[in-house]
C-alpha cells in the first residue's frame, strides 16, 4: 500500500509539473507567435500606404491607412486573398477616398491601448497574487491527498525542492522575453522562497538536516540569490535575499560568535550587491537595521571588536564610493551605521559611561580626519562634520553622565563655539547645530536639585547657589551666539540669532523669578507657607516677559507662529493675573505697592504698552489702564483686610476716584485721547459706586469724606480741561 501510495503521489507531481511546463511552453509560443504577426505586419510597410510616423499631422483627413504599425487590424491576416488585395494596392495605383461599408469597420475597428489600470493589475499585481495563490493550492491539494498518500519527511522535502527548481527554471526561461520579466521574477522569487522554506522545514518539523548542513544549504541559497539579483536586476530577488538571510539566525541562534560571523556575511554580499547596483543604496539601510536587531536579540556575547568590524566595512564602503565617484554615497547610511554602532555601544557597556564616551570620542577623531581629507568636495566636507559633531556630543552626555553642570558647561560652551564658526567661515548650518547643543545643554540642568525646584527652603542660600551655576552658562553662551549670528547675511541665521535672543532674555527672567520665589519663601513666609500663590504671581511676570519676546521676535523674523505664541500666553496670563491675584493669600508678607502682585501687575501694564507701540493698537492702550485700576482696587483692598479697618469700604471708591483723576488730567495735559476717555469711563463708574453702594453701606462721616473727594476731582477736572481748551 505504500508502494502504491508514492507511486500515485508521484504521478500526481508529474502530471503538475507537466502541466506547468505545458503552460510554460505555451507561453513562450504565444509570445513567439505574437512577434511573427508584427513582422509580418511590418512588411506591409513597404507598400508605402502605410507609416510609421508618430505625427498625427502627418496624416490627412481623408487618409484611411493607419498611422502606426500596432494600428493594423490582426483581421488583415484572416479575412481571405481578396481582402488582402483590397487593402493592398500597387505603389502605382492613386488611391481615392472611399467611404468604408459598416459591416467592414465592425471588422477592422482600431485596437485601443492597454489603460494604466490593465497594466497594473493585469502585468504586475495579478502575477504576485496567482503567485502565493498556487502556494496555497498545493498546500490544500497535499492536505486533501494526505488521508489517502503517505508522504514520508523526504518525499516531502524532495516534491518541496523539485517545486522551487521547476518554478526557477521556468522564471530564467521566461527572463528572455522582455515582456515576461515582470511575471518570471515574481516566479523566480517565489522558486526560491519555496526552496528556503523547504530546508527550514526539513531542519525543524521534519528533522532531516542538521543544523550545520541546514547552515550551508541556506547558505548557499543565499549566495545563488543574490547572484542571480546582480545578475538579472531584480528587486524581487534581492528582498527574498534578504529575509532567507535573516531566518538563519532562529536555526544558530545557540552558537553566539558564530552568528555575528554569519550576520557580517551577509553584510559584506550586501555591499558588494550594492558596489554593483549603486541604485539600490537602500538595501544596505535595511541590511544594518535588520542587523542590529538581531544581534540584539540572539548574540549574547556581543564585542567591541565584532562592533568595530561591523562598523567598519560600512565606513570603508563609503569612503570608496566617494573616492569612486567624487561625493558621499549615501547620508542615510552613514547616519545609520553611526546609530547602530552606538546603540550596539551601550548594550555592550551598559553601566562603563567612560567607555562609551571614550570610544565615542575615537569616532568623532575618525570622522574629523575624514572631513578634513574630504575638505575639497563640500558635501562630504559637510556630512562627516556632522558625525563628528554627533559623536562629540555622545562623548559629552555619556562621559559627564554623572556630572550634570560639566555636561551643561561643556555644552553651553560648545554652542556659543559652533555659532562662531558659523559667522565666521559661513558655514551657516553650524547654527542649526548651535541651537541643538543649547537646547541640550538647557535640558541637562531641568532635574538638577536646586534648579528649578528646592527640597528644603531652610537650606537654601540666596543667589550664590546651584541655580546661579546651572543658569549662568547657558545664558552666556545664548548672549554669545546672537552677539555673531546677528552679524550674518542670511535671514535663517538672523533668526537664529533673534532666537538666541529670546532665550537669553527669556531665561534671565526665568532666573529672577526663581530666584525671588525662593528669596521670599526663605524670609517672608513659613517654610512652604503660599508657596502657590507666589508660585502663581512668578509665572504670571514670565508669562508677560515671554508675551513681549516673542511678540519682537515676530517683528525681527515675521514667522506667524511666534505671534500666536504671544497671543495665547498672553491671554493666560492676563486672565490669571486677574482671578488669582484678587487677595493677596500670604498677607504676613503683604507690603501695599511693594509685593509680587504688583511687580506682576507691572509687567502686565508694560507689556499692553509696548503691545500698543509695536502694533498701533488702542485697545492695548485701553487694556494698560484696566490693569492699572484693577491694581489700584486690589491694593486697597488688601490693606483694609491686612490692618483689619472698619468701615472702610469707602476708601475703595476715594481710590478710584482718585486714579481716575489722574489719568484724566495726564490724558488733558499730554493730549491723550485713550487717557481723557478712560478717565471719564471710571469717574462715571466712581460716582454710580458712591451713589448706589457708599451711599448705604457707610456710616455719615465716611459719606462725607466720599463726596467731597468726588467734588474736588470733578471740579479739578473739569477747571484743567476748560482751561487747557482755552
Not at 62 to 83: K, M, Q
Not at 108 to 116: F, T, V
Not at 667 to 681: A, E, P, R, T, V
Amino acid at each position: 500500500m505504500e508502494e502504491f501510495s508514492i507511486i500515485i503521489c508521484s504521478w500526481l507531481f508529474a502530471l503538475v509539473a507537466a502541466l506547468f511546463i505545458w503552460m510554460i511552453f505555451i507561453q513562450s509560443n504565444v509570445s513567439k507567435l505574437t512577434e511573427a504577426v508584427k513582422d509580418i505586419k511590418s512588411i506591409l510597410i513597404k507598400s508605402g500606404k502605410i507609416t510609421t510616423s508618430d505625427n498625427e499631422d502627418s496624416k490627412s483627413e481623408t487618409d484611411d491607412y493607419p498611422a502606426h504599425i500596432d494600428e493594423i487590424s490582426d483581421s488583415i491576416f484572416f479575412s481571405g486573398p481578396n481582402n488582402f488585395s483590397e487593402d493592398i494596392k500597387p505603389e502605382t495605383t492613386e488611391i481615392l477616398p472611399e467611404p468604408i461599408p459598416s459591416a467592414e469597420l465592425s471588422i477592422e475597428k482600431e485596437e485601443k491601448p492597454a489603460s494604466d489600470f490593465e497594466k497594473i493589475f493585469l502585468g504586475n499585481i495579478f502575477n504576485k497574487i496567482g503567485a502565493f495563490a498556487i502556494l496555497i493550492g498545493i498546500i490544500i491539494f497535499i492536505k486533501l491527498i494526505s488521508p489517502f498518500i503517505i508522504f514520508t519527511p523526504a518525499i516531502k522535502a524532495a516534491l518541496g525542492y523539485l517545486a522551487g527548481f521547476a518554478m526557477i527554471g521556468g522564471a530564467l526561461k521566461l527572463h528572455a522575453n522582455k515582456k515576461l520579466q515582470n511575471y518570471s521574477e515574481v516566479l523566480l522569487g517565489t522558486g526560491f522562497g519555496a526552496l528556503f522554506i523547504t530546508t527550514y522545514c526539513a531542519s525543524t518539523i521534519l528533522a532531516l538536516f542538521s543544523l550545520h548542513t541546514t547552515f550551508a544549504v541556506a547558505t548557499a541559497l543565499l549566495l545563488a540569490s543574490f547572484y542571480l539579483a546582480d545578475k538579472l536586476k531584480t528587486i524581487s530577488m534581492l528582498a527574498i535575499s534578504l529575509v532567507a538571510g535573516y531566518l538563519n539566525p532562529f536555526f544558530i541562534h545557540h552558537s553566539p560568535n558564530f552568528l555575528f560571523g554569519y550576520l557580517v556575511f551577509v553584510n559584506l554580499l550586501s555591499i558588494a550587491y550594492t558596489y554593483k547596483n549603486r541604485t539600490r543604496n537602500t538595501v544596505n539601510i535595511i541590511n544594518l537595521v535588520l542587523t542590529c536587531i538581531t544581534a540584539l536579540i540572539f548574540v549574547r556575547n556581543l564585542t567591541i571588536v565584532d562592533l568595530s568590524i561591523l562598523f567598519a566595512i560600512y565606513f570603508a564602503y563609503d569612503i570608496l564610493t566617494s573616492y569612486k565617484n567624487n561625493e558621499v554615497s549615501n547620508k542615510a547610511l552613514n547616519y545609520t551605521n553611526f546609530i547602530v554602532f552606538s546603540i550596539m555601544l551601550i548594550v555592550i557597556f551598559p553601566d562603563n559611561y567612560n567607555a562609551v564616551g571614550y570610544t565615542e570620542l575615537g569616532i568623532f577623531a575618525l570622522y574629523a580626519i575624514t572631513a578634513a581629507i574630504k575638505k575639497s568636495n563640500a558635501d562630504a566636507f559637510k556630512n562627516y562634520i556632522y558625525l563628528a559633531l554627533s559623536a562629540l556630543n555622545l562623548f559629552v552626555y555619556f562621559l559627564c553622565q554623572k556630572s550634570p553642570t560639566t555636561k551643561c558647561i561643556a555644552w553651553s560652551a560648545e554652542a556659543a563655539i559652533l555659532s562662531f564658526y558659523a559667522y565666521k567661515f559661513k558655514f551657516n548650518t553650524l547654527a542649526n547645530w548651535a541651537v541643538a547643543v543649547w537646547t541640550a545643554a538647557f535640558l541637562s540642568i531641568i532635574p538638577i536639585d536646586g534648579v528649578f525646584g528646592i527640597k528644603s527652603i531652610g537650606n537654601y542660600t540666596p543667589v550664590w547657589n546651584i541655580r546661579l551655576g546651572m543658569f549662568a552658562p547657558v545664558i552666556l553662551s545664548s548672549a554669545v551666539a546672537h552677539f555673531f549670528l546677528r552679524n550674518s547675511d542670511e535671514k535663517k541665521v538672523q533668526n537664529i540669532a533673534e532666537f538666541f535672543r529670546l532665550d537669553c532674555i527669556s531665561l534671565s527672567y526665568l532666573y529672577i523669578g526663581l530666584e525671588s520665589n525662593s528669596i521670599i519663601n526663605k524670609w517672608f513666609v513659613a517654610e512652604n507657607t503660599s508657596a502657590r500663590f507666589i508660585n502663581s504671581m512668578i509665572n504670571i511676570i514670565l508669562g508677560f516677559a515671554y508675551t513681549i519676546n516673542f511678540e519682537k521676535l515676530y517683528k525681527s523674523t515675521e514667522f506667524k507662529t511666534f505671534r500666536v505664541f504671544a497671543f495665547l500666553i498672553g491671554i493666560y496670563s492676563a486672565i490669571y493675573l486677574i482671578f488669582a491675584g484678587i487677595h493677596y493669600i500670604p498677607l504676613a508678607a503683604f507690603i501695599p505697592l511693594i509685593n509680587l502682585r504688583a511687580a506682576a501687575f507691572c509687567a502686565a501694564i508694560t507689556a499692553a504698552g509696548l503691545l500698543a507701540k509695536w502694533n498701533g493698537k488702542e485697545f492695548f492702550k485701553y487694556l494698560a489702564v484696566f490693569f492699572g485700576f484693577l491694581f489700584i482696587h486690589y491694593e486697597i483692598n488688601d490693606v483694609i483686610t491686612k490692618f483689619s479697618l472698619t468701615d472702610a469700604e469707602y476708601l475703595i471708591s476715594v481710590c478710584w476716584v482718585l486714579y481716575s483723576g489722574a489719568i484724566t488730567s495726564i490724558g488733558i495735559f499730554k493730549n491723550k485721547q485713550f487717557l481723557k476717555l478712560s478717565g471719564i469711563w471710571l469717574c462715571i463708574l466712581s460716582i454710580l459706586r458712591i451713589f448706589l453702594y457708599d451711599l448705604a453701606q457707610v456710616d455719615i462721616l465716611y459719606k462725607f469724606i466720599a463726596f467731597l473727594t468726588l467734588g474736588i476731582i470733578l471740579l479739578a477736572l473739569s477747571y484743567i480741561y476748560n482751561k487747557r481748551r482755552k
